[in-house]
């Protein structure tokens, strides 16, 4: 069974540029996750995708932050415009019950 | 505020010693699970403990989930180089119930040395 892939694994841009992070989750797993890790603490959910529905962004700085997850399977998670203090591993995780939660690789992005 | 504090931080082991790491909580949690990450890599789910007062084990390691299901412990027997990596842990609290959000400890990086 193949695991939850993401890209671009590294990227790095100016502060005030845009990027966008690629995640494609187990097949079958209805609930995708994404997280941000910044360096030294564990990861922190951003946004929580149920099917092409978002079940919780509470943490999701929406000013800058968006994500969707079009008909439920690959989601795009977008920074526009970026800061300093964005530079983070950005971790997509998906699972099938809602219990058990598979995680991908992440992206490291670095803002200078 | 950390809802989940792990200790320690970081620990630095010389290989066939043991250690202990801790995870502690005010709030009460369904359930708690530990996880192993390898640098580049992401967070890999080791154990889920559900019950207050359960005990599991995966080879040489431990895993105990407190009484009242607010604390958990990871217990690694004659620890290994092979066991080096960052060790989290996370909860699902206890009151929300739409598709397990997990809470997750800062992590403790564990060193072993041969």
């Known amino acids: 069974e193949a695991g939850v892939a993401q890209s671009p694994r590294y990227k790095i841009i100016e502060k005030r540029q845009s990027v966008a992070f690629w995640c494609n989750p187990i097949?079958?797993?209805?609930?995708l996750y994404w997280y941000q890790q910044i360096l030294g603490q564990g990861p922190k959910l951003l946004i929580q995708f149920q099917n092409n529905g978002v079940v919780d962004d509470s943490q999701l700085p929406k000013d800058r932050f968006s994500a969707e997850r079009l008909k439920g399977v690959d989601s795009t998670l977008k920074i526009q415009p970026a800061k300093l203090e964005d530079s983070a591993v950005y971790l997509c995780?998906?699972?099938?019950?809602?219990?058990?939660?598979?995680f991908g690789p992440g992206t490291r992005l670095t803002v200078t | 505020t950390q809802l989940l504090e792990q200790s320690p931080q970081f620990l630095s082991i010389q290989e066939g010693e043991n250690l202990t790491v801790y995870c502690n909580s005010s709030?009460?949690?369904?359930?708690l699970q530990w996880y192993r990450q390898e640098p580049g890599e992401g967070p890999v789910l080791l154990v889920t403990?559900?019950?207050?007062?359960e005990v599991k084990k995966l080879k040489r390691l431990t895993f105990q989930f407190g009484d009242a299901r607010k604390d958990s412990s990871l217990h690694i027997t004659a620890a290994q180089p092979g066991d080096t990596g960052l060790y989290l842990c996370?909860?699902?609290?206890?009151?929300?119930?739409?598709?397990?959000?997990?809470?997750f400890g800062q992590g403790t990086e564990l060193s072993v040395k041969p």
């Open positions: 709030s009460v949690f369904s359930s």
């Open positions: 996370a909860g699902h609290l206890a009151s929300y119930n739409q598709g397990g959000k997990l809470i």
């Open positions: 403990v559900v019950t207050g007062g």
């Open positions: 995780a998906s699972s099938l019950m809602g219990q058990e939660q598979y």
């Open positions: 097949s079958g797993h209805a609930t």
